[in-house]
């Protein structure tokens, strides 16, 4: 098989938040996971666990979405403000129905990622809360003047604004934020938005509610909605953003799969899934081009990843799985399709960052453990705000078994700002090697460094076992002039970081 490479040919770029991830009041994402509070035995900076932080520090997250999904249309934000033995305690209906005590709320959130040294992305109440509680969240974090809300702010104890670089109005609003039919979330959609003041310098960035997945209906009704009129006078950019939501379910919805015992026949499934983010991407930026067509409108796949059945013993409404090799190629996968889309996608939120879903850490009290999806961020952080070269395989073959069936390989590349460029391949055959020649079209190659991740596809890091799957350095290459010559292992990752002469 041959990989060529344009190095020439720059197409878009690519977006840190690409590589983004949301954390939701669910299970033990934010209490336990992120956050255990200042008097909390694990060592913590101001709630926020120590660990877990200089963990995902390594991974560069560059934007955390907030305080859900579902959890978010529930959500109202003044519970979790001031001091927090007066906050309300409210049970957490859609997610296991326990205690909610607020502790983690607006200025938890803001001190995480001023930790993480990463962008702001709130996502707001449009299914049960109003349009005034939304405004008055928006002054209360960004007003720096005398404002009701601004001198909460300081009565709370932080005078300064902070920076919000998104704010999702609403959130699967065709579902759990409410229910909605397309054309009455588009008109709430455009009421809401208006009081989203600019108070700062930057403008904060409006996310409208796209589709689920591959429901190009709801797409194409609330962009007609939002667009049939002129966008109402007075307000800044009327639109940033629109949401798309895709999880990998390897079955059904009633029956998903083990995380950690399953077939080939699920294996191929799951990446032959993951590979149908290409056409959820590729039609609903068709949609959105009507309106569109200088992809001013960023697409945010702001929630992504595999969904499975629960961890056998654990809450069913925590959604805490395991995360194997099958994870980190729909990871892999699922990235190099962000990258390939760069033009029009320029974000994406892993759901979710710990212990929910495909999480990168799940902790167990003290314990911590970095899952083979946290390894796959870390080999591809490396795209972050580079630039995606043209490349295509040729020669590529599909694998797999009966219907689920997918192409053998997969790929991006990218440049960075020092001309540095970034190869991430996945050789997602669960039983052959793939030899792949990479050629480049003008340059010869200086040196060559490799990453590789490896195993069988159902290996998977445990508390007791924590470096079973781990990124290694790569051998498996050789290089002269133009072309790299690349030896891949059964179900392997790598991440090739090649200086041209
Ligand atoms: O990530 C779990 C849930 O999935 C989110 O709360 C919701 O938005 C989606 O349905």
Redesign the pocket.
Known sequence: MKLHINENRKLSHIEPEVYGH?S?H?GRCIYGGLFVGKDSKIANVNGMRSDVVDALKEIKVPVLRWP????ADEYHWMDGIGPKDKRKKMINN?WGGVIEDNSFGTHEYFELCKQLGCKTYVNGNVGSGTVREMSEWVEYMTFNGVSPMAELRAENGHKEPWTLDYIGIG??NW??GGNMTADYYGNKYRNYQTYIRNYGDKPVKKVCCGPNSDDYRWSSEVLETCFRHPAPAGTHGFMDGFSV?Y?VVVNSWEHKGSAKEFSKEEYYRAMRKAYYMDEIITRNDAILSQYDPDKKIAMLLD?WGCWHDVEEGTNPGF?YQQNSMRDAQVAAATLNILNKHSDRVKMGCL??IVN??QAVILTEDDKMVLTPTYHVFHMYRYHQDADLLESYLEDVKDVGIGEDVAANVNESVSIDKDGVVTITLSNIDADENNDIDIDFRDKEIESVEGFELSGDMMDYNTFDDPSKVREKSFEGFNFEGREVKVKMKPCSLVTLRVKLK
Do not use: K
């Open positions: 949301f939701e669910l859900g999904g579902n959890f859609h959130n699967e579902g759990c939501h999880y929630e959604l759901a979710q929910v879903l």
